[in-house]
């Protein structure tokens, strides 16, 4: 399926981009300026992290290049909402794609293990660190690595990846290049100043703060793997289309139909619902369920990867 740019609903696009930055420009630095009122401080680091999933759906748009047709307005919003959600761009963008291209493997494989090679306690106590806030966390923490040395960083990923893994290869190239360390370091500066500010500012309440960052982790990480629990780790295309009623499944833009989106990753959110309904595809199980469901935890790699529990069969 062709993409044309003009497809790119530019103008929703950044309306609700500028709503969302509004909104944690006010959690971050504007509320507690104006008010040492604990309640209303709750109240907006609660309404800040509900607004997580369709916050990341909209920097996920900037990494695929779709949030705008223009490049450079792309990068540069991807690159304010990522620092406003807690990491940086270039880091998103990186990990994300390549979890496209290496989906169900490697690192990228958070659910399974082949008990001759891996220990059940191991691989299960990283999981569930993994969905309960670790993943948000990482994304917090790694920027720091961006001030080191490009030596050191390049002797890091070889040691922690392998020097001819994909994943290092990648980021050679994408990453450790003058220009990417320069950009990732800009980001981090933005990204370190405004955490430290923010607590300044919140004073004797900064855990709220911390309530709030820790609820986003939450949100984001539970929902990092969802889609793909126990999917087959031979189909790296493979993901679930979880079914949410139109008004959630549209806060969420679309990001639900996992599977229609990687099949057709280049394809706006506005787009993802009537492709599903023109290529006859389905849904497989209700996103809530999903989401219960992998709280079962991990299971051996040459086990039936479908789910035992029945597919919701909404109707489209």
Not at 187 to 192: K, S, V
Not at 199 to 214: E, M, N
Not at 220 to 225: E, H, K, Q, V, Y
Not at 261 to 273: I, K, R, S, T, V
Request: glycine share 4%; charged share 15%.
């Amino acid at each position: 399926m062709a993409l044309k740019t003009s497809k790119i609903r530019a103008r929703t696009n950044l309306s609700i981009g500028i709503v969302l930055v509004l909104i944690n420009l006010c959690f971050f630095l504007v509320l507690p300026y104006l008010t040492t009122q604990p309640i209303w401080l709750v109240l907006l680091a609660l309404v800040n992290a509900l607004l997580s999933t369709p916050y990341w759906s909209l920097i996920h748009e900037a990494i695929h290049h779709i949030y705008h047709p223009n490049k450079k307005i792309n990068n540069f919003c991807g690159r304010a909402m990522t620092i406003l959600f807690g990491s940086i761009f270039a880091f998103a963008q990186y990990g994300h794609l390549m979890h496209h291209r290496m989906n169900r493997q490697g690192p990228d494989l958070v659910d399974a293990y082949d008990p001759k090679h891996e220990s059940f306690w191991k691989k299960s106590l990283q999981y569930y660190l993994h969905i309960f806030g670790g993943l948000y966390l990482f994304e917090v923490i790694a920027p720091l690595l961006t001030f080191f040395p490009r030596k050191w960083l390049d002797k890091l990923l070889i040691k922690s990846l392998g020097a001819q893994s994909p994943y290092y290869l990648v980021a050679k190239r994408k990453l450790l290049t003058p220009k990417g360390l320069r950009e990732m370091r800009i980001d981090a500066i933005f990204l370190y100043l405004l955490l430290v500010t923010s607590f300044i500012l919140y004073g004797q309440h900064a855990w709220i703060l911390i309530f709030g960052l820790l609820l986003r982790g939450f949100f984001i990480s539970f929902a990092d793997n969802l889609p793909h629990y126990r999917t087959p780790t031979d189909q790296p295309r493979y993901a679930y289309n979880t079914y949410l009623p139109p008004a959630l499944r549209l806060f969420w833009l679309n990001f639900n139909l996992h599977r229609v989106h990687h099949a057709y990753p280049n394809l706006p959110w506005h787009m993802l619902h009537q492709t599903l309904i023109d290529t006859q595809d389905k849904y497989d199980i209700a996103y809530f369920k999903q989401a219960i469901y992998q709280l079962k935890g991990v299971w051996v790699i040459n086990e039936d990867s479908a789910p035992t529990t029945a597919a919701s069969n909404a109707k489209l």
